[in-house]
């Protein structure tokens, strides 16, 4: 019988170098709720194009082609608020494209996040994966700052689970998650579809949110992964 691979075990399988960051264009700051169905330009989204990846709007849905990963099989793409919110939702469609090339000892995921850190801080914030390759998903604590989780690309899986609920390449999920601030910490909640598949609490949590938007991570060049109707806003009490 063969074990499923964890989420930061499968991502150390794939890469030995990583440089990880948020994409470099300068993003737009508003207020929440932040809604695009990406009909129209890509006003407010990074759309870089160098190297690593190729960021942008086509066909109705903003696009992420990895081009390289040998550095950067990380990345952030956020939208940022004028004030940080204690609880918050954040959600996307989400579409693995068909690809060719990928083998055993690759790994892919995409997602949607929130985070508490400002653009010019090392990153803090929680991601909110599905992984169609290894049917799975996963809650993750994402902190830069904590040097212990160095060879783990920084991340801790607080979730890390199969589901039939996550889409197979080629298929739509609807991903959401929800990140709620209180005196005990961070409850961290995910659906796919509209079903509940996941939740956490992170009692040393952060506790605001001033940043939501898409985390793409691959080990094949060629990945592309496609996001519509993304929607971030606060969650009442």
Same mark, same amino acid.
């Given at each position: 019988?063969?074990?499923?691979?964890?989420?930061?075990?499968?991502?150390?399988?794939?890469?030995?170098?990583?440089?990880?960051? *948020?994409?470099?264009?300068?993003?737009?700051?508003?207020?929440?709720?932040?809604?695009?169905?990406?009909?129209?330009?890509?006003?407010?989204?990074?759309?870089?194009?160098?190297?690593?990846?190729?960021?942008?709007?086509?066909?109705?849905?903003?696009?992420?082609v990895?081009?390289?990963?040998?550095?950067?099989?990380?990345?952030?793409?956020?939208?940022?608020?004028?004030?940080?919110?204690?609880?918050?939702?954040?959600e996307?469609?989400?579409?693995?494209?068909?690809?060719?090339?990928?083998?055993?000892e690759?790994?892919?995921?995409?997602?949607?996040?929130c985070?508490?850190?400002p653009?010019?801080?090392?990153?803090?914030?929680?991601?909110?994966l599905?992984?169609p390759?290894?049917?799975?998903?996963?809650?993750?604590?994402?902190?830069?700052?904590?040097?212990?989780?160095?060879?783990?690309?920084?991340?801790?899986?607080?979730?890390?689970?199969?589901?039939?609920?996550v889409?197979?390449?080629?298929?739509?999920n609807?991903?959401?998650?929800?990140?709620? *601030?209180?005196?005990?910490g961070?409850?961290?909640?995910?659906?796919?579809?509209?079903?509940?598949?996941g939740? *956490?609490?992170?009692?040393?949590?952060?506790?605001?949110?001033?940043?939501?938007?898409?985390?793409?991570?691959?080990?094949? *060049?060629?990945?592309?992964?496609?996001?519509?109707?993304?929607?971030?806003?606060?969650?009442?009490e």
């Open positions: 019988m063969t074990m499923r691979r964890g989420f930061v075990s499968a991502l150390l399988t794939g890469v030995l170098v990583v440089l990880l960051g *948020a994409c470099a264009d300068e993003v737009a700051r508003g207020d929440l709720p932040i809604s695009d169905d990406f009909s129209g330009d890509c006003d407010g989204w990074s759309e870089d194009n160098d190297e690593h990846i190729a960021l942008g709007c086509e066909d109705g849905a903003y696009r992420a990895f081009k390289r990963t040998d550095e950067r099989p990380h990345h952030m793409i956020p939208r940022r608020t004028e004030e940080p919110s204690r609880s918050v939702s954040v996307a469609d989400a579409t693995l494209q068909p690809f060719t090339g990928a083998t055993g690759s790994f892919e995921a995409h997602g949607v996040g985070w508490s850190s653009a010019d801080e090392l990153a803090q914030g929680y991601l909110f599905v992984s390759s290894e049917q799975a998903f996963a809650i993750i604590r994402h902190d830069e700052t904590d040097e212990r989780l160095r060879n783990q690309f920084y991340f801790r899986a607080l979730i890390d689970e199969e589901s039939d609920a889409a197979a390449v080629g298929e739509t609807r991903l959401r998650g929800e990140c709620r *601030a209180s005196d005990d961070v409850e961290l909640t995910m659906y796919l579809d509209g079903q509940q598949v939740t *956490a609490t992170d009692p040393d949590g952060f506790r605001a949110f001033e940043a939501f938007g898409f985390v793409v991570i691959s080990t094949k *060049a060629g990945t592309e992964i496609g996001f519509d109707n993304f929607e971030a806003d606060e969650l009442g």
